[in-house]
Nanobody, 122 residues
Framework: QVQLVESGGGLVQAGGSLRLSCAASGFTINNYAMGWFRQAPGKERENVAVINRTNTRRTYTDSVKGRFTITRDNAKNTVYLQMNSLKPEETAVYYC???????????????WGQGTQVTVSS
């Protein structure tokens, strides 16, 4: 069965860092663009970062540029999101997803993880 399992979330003070991991099983991520999304309470799901299947292109939402880094290790079938200088407003459930295109639209992604909670305190 296809699964994406996020880990690495937790409680962190503003200005701190977290590294999220997303381990895939039941399929190989080599053939997919991988994205990270987040959904804060009362807000719509937002794309955070996307990495293409060949690890040659990355894109980020403007608010996280310079602070977040998406990486992938196809050999480990895992993607990561390094988050630095976290802000309280970035408290959200963070999701990883696999999709057919290098694009941030959530509706094109095929597989989704269950999410991991990130809470940034003031």
């Amino acid at each position: 069965q296809v699964q994406l399992v996020e880990s690495g979330g937790g409680l962190v003070q503003a200005g701190g860092s977290l590294r999220l991991s997303c381990a895939a099983s039941g399929f190989t991520i080599n053939n997919y663009a991988m994205g990270w999304f987040r959904q804060a309470p009362g807000k719509e799901r937002e794309n955070v970062a996307v990495i293409n299947r060949t690890n040659t292109r990355r894109t980020y939402t403007d608010s996280v540029k310079g602070r977040f880094t998406i990486t992938r290790d196809n050999a480990k079938n895992t993607v990561y999101l390094q988050m630095n200088s976290l802000k309280p407003e970035e408290t959200a459930v963070y999701y990883c997803a696999a999709g057919p295109a290098f694009i941030g639209r959530s509706d094109i992604y095929r597989y989704w993880g269950q999410g991991t909670q990130v809470t940034v305190s003031s």
